[in-house]
Structure formats: C-alpha cells, structure tokens
C-alpha cells in the first residue's frame, strides 16, 4: 500500500506521525475520518502493530463500524476486539470483568432511557414529592447527566438550574440519591452510569488501570472537541503510560457546550500531554472556493482556538448569496423560487437544505411550503406546529374560539397534576360538553372540579381566560398565549422539558408570529388548514424522498453536506440569538454559523429579512447578524429578493 500516494501532505503528515501525543486539527471536510482510517492502517502494515492493542473511541456506533471497516479492507485483518467504538461501549466491556469493584454483579443490567424514567418517576413518588412543581423524569435524568458528566458539583448544579423556579434542588438531590440506591439494589446501571462507574474503575484500582494501559499501546479518539470531562479523564488515564495517543477534531465545530461538552479539552490538549505535535487538515474537498473564503472570515473572529484556513481544490464556482428580504414570509417565498430555479439546473431538492438556529425560525416557510404543495422533510421528524409545547399552548387559543372542542380543553387539563384523561374527559362532560372559560362561573366550576392539587395552579390561568372577552383580545391572540406562559406554561416547561430553554425561544417566536392574524380565529384556521395539508402531502404515495427538501436545525445538520444551502433569519438577536449572547457570550454561535456555511458544496445562501412584527402589534427593524458583517463585501453577492 503507498499511503502517500493516497493522502495528500497534511494527511499523510497526521497517518504517519511518530508516537507520542499527537493533536489533529481537522477543519470541515478535510477527510478526517479518511485520515483516522489510514493511521489504523499504516499503525498494522508499516509498525506491525497487532489491531488488538489499539483503542478507537468515537461518539457514535455507525462512525466507529464504518471506520473499523474501512480499515479491515485496508489491512485484511480484523480490528473487532470489543473495545473500540463509543466511550459507552468501551466502559460497558471493561466493567463486565471488573463491575464488583464498584458494587455491582458482572451481570448487571443498564436501563434503556424509559426504564430510566420509570424508576426516577418511582423514586420521586416513593418520596411523596410535591407534583405540583417538582421536575419530570425525562428532564432530571438529563440534568443528572450532564451534571455528571461535567464531573460538577450536583447541588450547584441544580441550584442554578431552578433558581427561578418554585422547584426546591435539595427534593431533587433526595430523588437523585434514592435513584443511585435503587439502581445498585437492582444491580443496574444507567447509560451515564456506565461512564461514571468506569471512570471510577480505573481511578480507584490501579491494578486493573495498569492493565489496560499495558494493553492499549495507541489510542486514537474521534471529535475530541466533543468530550465531556470524565470522556477527557478517562483517556488521559488510559494513555498515560505509552503516551501514543491522537486526537482528531475540530473546535471550529463545537457547539454542544449544552450537552455537557467541553471544546477546551481540545484547546488543552498540549497542556496535559507535554511535547504533543500539532497536525493540520486544512485541504477542503467539499466546497467552492468562493464558500471557503465566507467560512474562513466567518470564524476568524472567534478568540481562543486553533487558527486554520480552509484550502480549497475545487474549481471556482457561483459566490455566495446574500439576500436582503423584507420578512420572515418574504424570506419563504425566496427561498421556494430559488429551490425551483436550482432544480431546473439539474439540483435534486434532497441534495439541498435549508438550516436554522431555532425551530421557530422555519415557521414562515413550513407555512409557505405547505401553500405551495412543494414536499419536505423536516430532519427532527417534527414539524413545528406539531410539536408539544407548540399545542399545548394553543389549546387555550382553541378552547377560547371553540367551548365545544373537548380535545382542546382534555389537553389542557392534562397539563395539571394529578389530571389525567379520564379526569378531564369526565369535567369536560360534566360541564354539559361545552365549556365557556370566558364566562368566570365556569371557570369557578372547573376549579372546584378538578382534583385539590391542580386547583392553585388553575386559579394562575383564570385571569388569561376572563381577559380574552373583558378586554377583548380576540384580535391578540400572542397576548393570550404571552399572559398563559407567564403565569403557568414557563415554569412548566422547566420543570417537563429538558430543554426548556429552546422551547420558551419558539413560544417566543410563535407570540412573534400571531400578529399576521387580525384574529384568533384567523390564526387558528391558518395552522389547521396548513397542518392537513402537510398531512396529506405525507400520505402522497408518488412522493419520492428524493422530490422532498431538507429542513434542519444546524446542530442536527452537522456532519452533512449539500449542493446547496439556505441560512435563514441571519440578524441580530436571531443569529445569534439573544439568550445564547446573553449566557455565554457569541463565540459558540459563531462557530454554529462557521458549521452552517461549510455544510454547502456548491451555492449558499444567507437570508437576512429586514422586518418583524412583535406581540404589541409594532414592527422592530432588525439588523444583519453581526456575522454578516463580519465577512468582507467582496466576498458575497448581493440580491434584494422580496420587498
């Protein structure tokens, strides 16, 4: 095999490096995965290393197959040892010898994430915690893994979570507590246990640590930018004694700080492996070059990384878009005449995309895409006004226009503890069927119908309903929903979703949106009509894929590409978004954007519309994102499209 032949310089630089520490920092499509592929290879046929003392951790199970593949057919030897693939895999193999260290039997179970939720839900009730304001199990077992896997400090962590909400941390520290009990009782672990109780494995037996580092002579970990601090510290101790350990990624690219990952572990790197060499992958063959030239002033701005340039090879091509649009429907209707025009040149519309920051920044173009009878497929598998929390607070819209939509007043009711369907089915018919909420005896009759536990929280919503008539609001239906969220729906989300944050940004944006609508009712029908339609386009049967574009948030599009790309709402206060700045300043958020650009192969385009409406009825003038400015005039060309 002649790898250089194979790999261009900085490739074959990285594959062939000597042992020791070794960072590669691999911009976007650069051929990492090539790369990481190659060094297996070139570890077995140039060094005669036995596949079986080399550890690959990745992130998911699909990126680990495919490269251990790859590699096999490179070598002709199996690399299936059960120890490489993700960290989870690899922490599951070496507790199954060892698990007694840490308490449990050989043969414990790990809980899949409904039986997870099931037995936090057990725990919770076994402490007859106060249900009113006390968090779901979906949303304490995501707080409790990220909690865990930062290796941070559980009571700060909870105290900063719910500090500004009527959930009292030190309950949610009983549950957690009787939970690890329950689990070790059981002789289960969770999927972030099998982490945790790996870490600790290894720290706490130095026996069994020297072992697998005696066994693992190299080490290579896949989008290092995307580890948590136990991931970081269990490679550490793992590699400590050989030191042949090479990372690969990019911390252009890391934007999941919510998920618990740390891009300084990247940015360390150096720090904790002393004489570590340094390998860049700066030779793009996916985009033009007029795309690279936007994505390397895109990030340029961003303090505290690793400074690279993308390079292209490909052939110029067509300079990126910048369209200036009047609004968000103005933006909707460019975009479906620009998808129309790249697919008479010959563009699947599967091989295009549009990306966003926010669901709620797709709701005019769903809107539009629906009127059109133009397909999509929208990549979270949930359109927007059919997501829950999008429902849910429209079912006080639908009960306020219609007493008689039972559907509508059983969800909202729902949404109250200790009421289920059969309780709310039952006050909906003991009511007569038809339930007035703008009438304040009725109210009063639900209030005393309902169980004693969800009475205080319905006192909170009276007021929004009585409003609806006493100051007329029919033509206002964002202030419903807006005065619903702030006396009720925020804090439920908080406490039912875990992230919340994300879903309070769309109800935002939905409040936003209503005041296209000189009624509620107006609205209502809008959504309703618009939701059949997109019902019927799914029903379709001579709908092929292939006809369908793509919609997707950024996060969900990373590691993609496509022959084009749409960016939408690139302004101020939208990308980046406010809360995000406000959080954590806009360094993240840039380098969601750098991931946005460099998804596209041969045309991109930044939509920036001018105006948006708000909640009082007014129009606020919104200015390009800053990282539209950010990049030079030269570099984009400039389209008007709808005003």
């Known amino acids: 095999m002649n790898f250089k032949k194979e790999l261009n310089e900085e490739q074959y630089a990285a594959v ?3 042992d020791g520490p070794a960072l590669v920092i691999a911009a976007a499509g650069t051929g990492k995965t090539r790369t990481l592929v190659y060094r297996l290879a070139w570890l077995v046929k140039e060094r005669g290393l036995d596949p079986r003392n080399m550890l690959l951790l990745t992130f998911t199970n699909k990126a680990a197959g495919e490269m251990l593949e790859r590699a096999e057919r490179l070598v002709n030897r199996p690399f299936t040892s059960g120890y490489s693939g993700t960290f989870h895999r690899f922490a599951n193999r070496i507790l199954r010898s060892h698990a007694p260290r840490v308490g449990f039997d050989n043969n414990f179970a790990i809980l899949d994430a409904d039986d ?27 707080i409790f893994g990220v909690i865990g896997g930062q290796m941070g400090d559980l009571a700060d962590g909870l105290a900063e979570r719910f500090e500004h909400t009527e959930v009292d941390f030190e309950d949610v520290i009983r549950v957690h507590d009787l939970y690890q009990k329950r689990k070790k009782e059981q002789n289960a672990m969770d999927f972030d246990d099998l982490l945790s109780y790996a870490l600790k494995l290894l720290e706490q037996n130095e026996q069994i640590l020297r072992f697998y580092q005696e066994e693992f002579q190299y080490i290579l970990v896949d989008e290092y930018q995307d580890t948590n601090a136990i991931q970081a510290r269990m490679v550490e101790l793992l590699a400590k004694v050989h030191q042949n350990i090479m990372v690969v990624g990019d911390d252009f690219q890391s934007i999941y700080s919510w998920r618990g990952a740390d891009f300084r572990n990247f940015l360390d790197f150096g720090r904790h492996y002393p004489g570590t060499r ?45 369209a200036g649009l009047r609004d968000g429907s103005a933006q909707a209707r460019y975009i479906i005449e620009k998808v129309q025009m790249l697919r008479r040149e010959g563009i699947s519309p599967s091989d295009m ?38 429902k849910d607070v429209c079912t006080v819209l639908r009960i306020l226009v219609n007493p008689g939509d039972e ?42 119908a309902l169980p004693a536990a969800a009475r205080d929280e319905w006192k909170k919503i009276e007021p929004v309903f009585l409003a609806y008539r006493e100051e007329t609001l029919d033509a206002d239906p964002g202030e419903i929903v807006y005065r619903f969220n702030k006396a009720f729906y925020n804090e439920f989300m908080v406490e039912n979703f875990d992230n919340s944050k994300y879903r309070a940004e769309d109800l935002d944006g939905l409040i936003d949106f209503t005041t296209k609508f000189e009624t509620t009712e107006a609205f209502l029908s809008e959504i309703a ?47 980046p978004g406010t809360k995000s700045i ?15 650009v460099t998804r596209a192969e041969d045309h991109l385009f930044l939509c920036s519309p001018e105006v948006r409406r708000q909640r009082d009825g007014g129009i606020i003038f919104l200015e390009p994102s800053r990282f539209i400015n950010e990049i030079p005039p030269h570099l984009l060309q400039k389209d008007r499209g709808f005003f």
């Open 582 to 596: 406000e959080e954590a300043g806009d360094s993240e958020e840039r380098r969601l954007f750098y991931v946005a």
């Open 116 to 142: 997870s939720k099931k037995l936090l839900g057990s725990c919770a009730d076994d402490l007859k915690m106060d249900k009113k304001h006390f968090p779901k199990p979906q949303v304490l077992q995501s």
């Open 407 to 448: 559907l509508a007043f059983t969800r909202l009711l729902e949404l109250f503890p200790k009421v289920g369907k059969k309780t709310s089915l039952k006050i909906f018919r003991t009511l007569g069927g038809r339930v007035n909420l703008q009438r304040k005896e009725v109210c009063m009759q639900v209030e005393t």
């Open 353 to 390: 995309c549009v990306l966003y920051r926010s669901h709620f920044h797709a709701m005019e173009l769903q809107m539009e895409l629906a009127r059109a009878s133009m397909p999509y497929i929208v990549t979270s598998g949930v359109r927007f006004f059919e997501q829950a929390h999008i």
């Open 16 to 18: 062939t490096a000597p």
């Open 278 to 322: 340094e390998f860049k992958l700066q030779i793009n063959y996916r985009s033009t070059p007029e795309i690279l030239e936007v994505a390397n002033a895109a990030i340029a701005g961003n303090p505290d990384q690793f400074q690279k340039e993308l390079k292209a090879v490909r052939p110029e091509g067509a300079y990126p878009v910048l």
């Open 529 to 575: 009509l618009l939701s059949n339609l997109d019902a019927e386009g799914d029903t379709r049967t001579d709908t092929d894929p292939a006809d369908s574009l793509r919609l997707s948030t950024i996060h969900q599009a990373k590691g993609l590409e496509f022959k084009a790309v749409f960016v939408l709402f690139l302004c101020e206060s939208m990308f």
